[in-house]
């Protein structure tokens, strides 16, 4: 199972709004309402932001939101603060034979 | 408070066996499925298995079947990823998390970073 795919990085400045893309197939993405987003800041363990596309865990700013449309889903970051340069992931549900894939990651960049 | 809490560092050589661990503590460890997820030095996150502590029903990613074998022993609320013969490519940061629901890795583990060098 190939990963999803991710921009490799996307910049942005404080204030400002990035959406970060994640592009599967009608076989993962497009075929269930099962997409994660996780933060990631360098050394440590992942943050779960976004699940079952949209939804914002308990604690999770209302800035972060999630979006799909077809086979991409998309993260959006508004009123962007220094704190949220990480690095993202998307990860999707993909049957019951492959179950789980992540996408490859993108670097966000606050200018 | 959830938490899970991973072993320690690993320096092994090629060939040899390892099983790492996960202890979960705060919430009902037979209730919830535990994932294991691989990072490659410098590398993106790779979704590998998970098991269910209160049954031990595993399932496994194509990429990582019978590569390692995920286990988990209940009375001790622990979960297990170990590997029978190791090889240089296994060398990787490893995280445990708690699935609060499908894809959804709501709690994280520390990570256990398993280095494999002759």
């Known amino acids: 199972q190939s990963a999803l795919t991710q921009p490799r990085s996307v910049s942005g400045s404080p204030g400002q709004s990035v959406t970060i893309s994640c592009t599967g197939t009608?076989?993962?993405?497009?075929?269930?309402?099962?997409v994660s987003w996780y933060q990631q800041h360098p050394g440590k363990a992942p943050k779960l932001m976004i699940y079952?596309?949209?939804k914002r865990p308990s604690g999770v700013p209302d800035r972060f939101s999630g979006s799909k449309s077809g086979n991409t889903a998309s993260l959006t970051i508004s009123g962007l603060q220094a704190e949220d340069e990480a690095d993202y992931y998307c990860c999707s549900y993909a049957g019951s034979y492959t179950l789980g894939v992540f996408g490859g990651g993108t670097k966000l960049t606050v200018l | 408070e959830v938490q899970l809490v991973q072993s320690g560092a690993e320096v092994k050589k090629p060939g040899e066996s390892l099983k790492i661990s996960c202890k979960g503590s705060g919430y009902s460890f037979t209730s919830y499925w535990i994932g294991w997820v691989r990072q490659m030095p410098g590398k993106g996150l790779e979704w590998m298995g998970i098991?269910?502590?209160?049954?031990?029903?595993?399932r496994y990613s194509p990429s990582f079947q019978g590569q390692v074998t995920i286990s988990a022993d209940k009375s001790i609320s622990t979960a297990y990823l170990q590997w029978s013969s190791l090889k240089a490519s296994d060398t990787a940061m490893y995280y445990c998390?708690?699935?609060?629901?499908?894809?959804?890795?709501?709690?994280w583990g520390q990570g256990t970073l398993v280095t494999v060098s002759s």
């Open positions: 098991i269910y502590p209160g049954d031990s029903d595993t």
């Open positions: 009608s076989s993962d993405v497009g075929g269930y309402n099962y």
């Open positions: 079952d596309v949209s």
């Open positions: 998390a708690r699935q609060a629901g499908w894809l959804q890795f709501s709690e």
